[in-house]
């Protein structure tokens, strides 16, 4: 592939795969031995890096995702949501097959993921020069949890790229998040695990290269440390019924980095995050949807305190 500096607006590295999602009647799933599913069992493209990659190419920003995927069915869905929707794609392949999830979600919208962890190694990497000429040619690098974009992070300090990661549920002690809460100029994570987020989020900062940590906290809204200074950001009130929170921090991800891009403040930016949060809430996790500039930008309007 060739590409020259600033070709792409966002390079999202890892979490391409797909989700089977299964509707239940509550969370957690009482035993039995069997369930009628009336809404059916769907699955589709989509995990964490697709997510991040359909809403920011929803907000108008060049996007390029690089990944490991199998010459699988699951490759092929992958494949095609990306063609779908214009998203640049370099799938390398991942003999092991694509990386596949199980999601169980309830009637208020809360989730619980089961990750297929056999369809990747520990030693799988992107080739040097094909991870340093896509980078290169970005304006930022966004890195998801997989072990290929661990191994990455040294190379990607290197270029002087800026970077952001989302380390999801981290309770602040695993050490497998560390390296990308160190490593990343901006990091996203949710509260839900952390039983003191402040401090979580003021350790990122002080022992890493982060400028800005955000901590989301569902309904309860965000924690936001930029500057030294660290706020909370209230959440905004979805345009329609909550149906299901998947993709939701990758949505507030995508529109964060959409206002950052765009040279604006970071509580603007979190004001679009908290936006296209509570959009993707709206959205069945059936459906690979998100919400777009225009909409995103006239509903912050009137979000603004």
Known sequence: MTAHEGAIDVLVL????????????ELP??????YMIDSGIR???????????????????????????GDDPEGDL????????????????QPAGTK?????????????????????????RFPEETLNTLATAS?????????????????????GVPLSTDLHDWDGENPYHEPFALAADVVFL???????????????????RAEVVVATAGADGAYLLADGELNRVPAADPPAPVVDSNGAGDAFAAAFLYGRLMGEPPQRCALYGAVAGAYACTVPATRAEAIGRDELLARADRTRP
């Open 43 to 69: 699955t589709r493209a989509g995990q964490t890096g697709d997510f991040v990659a359909l809403s920011l190419t929803s907000l108008g920003l060049r996007t390029h995702h690089l990944d490991l995927l």
């Open 29 to 34: 799933l009482p035993y039995a031995d069997s």
């Open 190 to 208: 949710s509260a839900a695990a952390l039983t003191d987020p402040e401090r979580t989020i003021r350790r990122i900062a002080g022992r890493g």
């Open 139 to 159: 304006r930022h690098v966004h890195v998801t949890l997989t072990q290929p974009c661990s191994h990455a992070l040294p190379a990607l300090i290197e270029t």
């Open 78 to 93: 992958v494949r095609a949501l990306h063609r779908k929707r214009g998203i640049g794609l370099t799938a390398l392949p």
């Open 100 to 124: 596949r999830a199980v999601n169980l979600v309830g009637p208020d919208g809360r989730r619980l993921s089961l990750y297929d962890t056999s369809r990747a190694h520990p030693d799988d």
């Open 14 to 25: 890892g979490g391409a795969g797909v989700d089977t999602i299964v509707y239940v009647p």
